[in-house]
Every structure is written in C-alpha cells, then in structure tokens.
C-alpha cells in the first residue's frame, strides 16, 4: 500500500525528530535559539542573502532583503508577518515558482534560482507539493481526475497514481463518494483537501502552503490542520503562511518576518493538541514581534 510505503520512508525522518529527546519537545525559546540536536536534522534548503525587488517605472520596491533561512528535513516551519511583509514573496522564490533578484536558494548543493525555466519547473514537479488560499482545482474534472493530472506529469503509471490518490484521499478523511464529484459538488474544507493531495501526489519533499485555510470557516480549518498535522508527524517537510494563530501552532518552527527580513525564530516543538504553555509562548512570541 501507498500509504505504507510513506509512512516507512518517513518513519527514519521520524525517528530523527523524536530521538532529540526532552529538550527538543520541550524546550521552547525566542528568536533563533540553537536547539539541542537541530544540528541532526539535514537543511534540504537554503536561502542565502535572497533580495526580491519589484520594479514598477522608475520606483522600486525591495521586498526581500539579505533574507537568510534554512528548512530542515520534517520541519513544520510557520511563516508569520503583517500583510505586505513578504511572506508569499519568500515562499514563491524558495520553491521556484519565482526566482530571487539576487541571492541563492539552495537545493542539495545546486543553486535552484539559476536553473533554466525548464529545469526550474522540473524542480518544482519532482521535490515540490503546493496548496494556496484558493484550492485552484479544475471544475470541468472530477475529484479523481484533478489530481490524476499532476501524478501523470510525474509518472506514467496510471494505475498507480489512481491508487495513490485514492489511498491519500481516504487518509485526508474524504470517502469513496467523493472520488467522481467535481470540485463544486464539495464543502471548501473537501476541496482543500483534495488540493492537499494534489499537493502530496509526487511525494514532494517539500509542502508548501500559503494560507491554505485562509478561506475556510473553523470546522474546515481544524480539519485541514488535521490533514497537515498527520502528515507532518509522518515526516512530511512543511512550509506554510499563515495570519492565523491556531494554525501557527502546528508548526514546529514559526519564522516571523518583517519588512522582507527574518526577525525572529521561536522553536515550538513538537505539536500536542490542548497545550495550552504553546498557545501561550506563541501568543507571546507575536506580541513581542510586534504582530
Ligand atoms: N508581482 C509583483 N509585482 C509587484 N509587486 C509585488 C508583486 N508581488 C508582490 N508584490 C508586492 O510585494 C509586497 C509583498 O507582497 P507579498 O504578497 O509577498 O506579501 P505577503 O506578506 O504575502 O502579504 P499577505 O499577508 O497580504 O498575503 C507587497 O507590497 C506587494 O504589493
Ligand atoms: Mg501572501
């Protein structure tokens, strides 16, 4: 089964996180405080002094500056910042679907920023999953067929991609029934859902988010968080944007950006549901950021 296939292949990146022992679950601290054993979990990426300018005529906005950052493997990092910060303008250059002014982003050695536009989407379609605020599923398509068509870009095993997303939309909580609605037949948490399996299809090493419950009500968020949560604690690496404290909890990590540069770090840990002193430090934390 797929879905077991997974679950081993993450178990080690698993193993990893939780042999950090005590003080990693525990022992939360501000603003990019070195964590007993953060140095056992490997930087899959990297983003080295990354400046985004955009140029509208003679003016100019720098959005990104000298920005400095690195993912680990099984990370959950939660990227936080006022509107117009800069936060989908990082996520979009650290996973290629735009590409830096000046700096570096680094995937297992290779500079990704300098890839030829062909090369860049191949990186993209190989190491990288995506959700959005809106679930950009295709209405014309049913359930199945939309996310046939990211595995197929990937893969030309047909059967197994069918397999595949059948297994992780029935791991997401959806049922049978949903398999051969269209995307308008679906609650926006089902339709997020299935975006996230779209996402998960190739086996990114990297999900990234950006808002991905920004337009759901509270019951759908929770169950999206759900979806999220479970395959973090399989292994699934993490990128999400978020205004939201609920869903900043989940993360591991939350990176706190201002004005296009990284101002501060806090290691949250491992995620438990109720904890009400992670509630508390992330709430503290923000005010302290300035949220
Ligand atoms: N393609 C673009 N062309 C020109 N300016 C842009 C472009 N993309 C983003 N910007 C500007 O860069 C700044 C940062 O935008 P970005 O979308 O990264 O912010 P954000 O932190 O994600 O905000 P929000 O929380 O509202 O989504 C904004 O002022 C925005 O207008
Ligand atoms: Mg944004």
Known sequence: MWWSYFYIKCKKQLRNRQG??????????????QMGGNDEMKTILQAKDL??????????QHVLRNLNLEIREGDFAVVMGSSGSGKSTMLYS???????????????????????NDKLAVFRRNHCGFVFQQNYLNDTMDVLDNIMVSGLLVSKNRKRIAERAKELLLAVGLTEEVFHKFPTQLSGGEAQRVAIVRGLINEPQILFADEPTGALNSRNTENVLDVMTKFHENGQTIVMVTHDMRSAR???RILYLKDGIITGELDLGTYRSGDRKRHDMLRDFLQEMGW
């Open 20 to 33: 950090m022992g005590k003080d990693f679950c525990s022992d939360s601290r501000y603003t990019c405080m």
């Open 51 to 60: 400046c985004k300018t955009f140029s509208n005529g003679s003016v100019q």
């Open 94 to 116: 650290l996973s290629g679907i735009d590409r830096p002014t000046l700096g570096q982003v680094m995937y297992e050695g290779e500079d990704i920023s300098k890839y030829s």
């Open 250 to 252: 989940r993360g591991n």
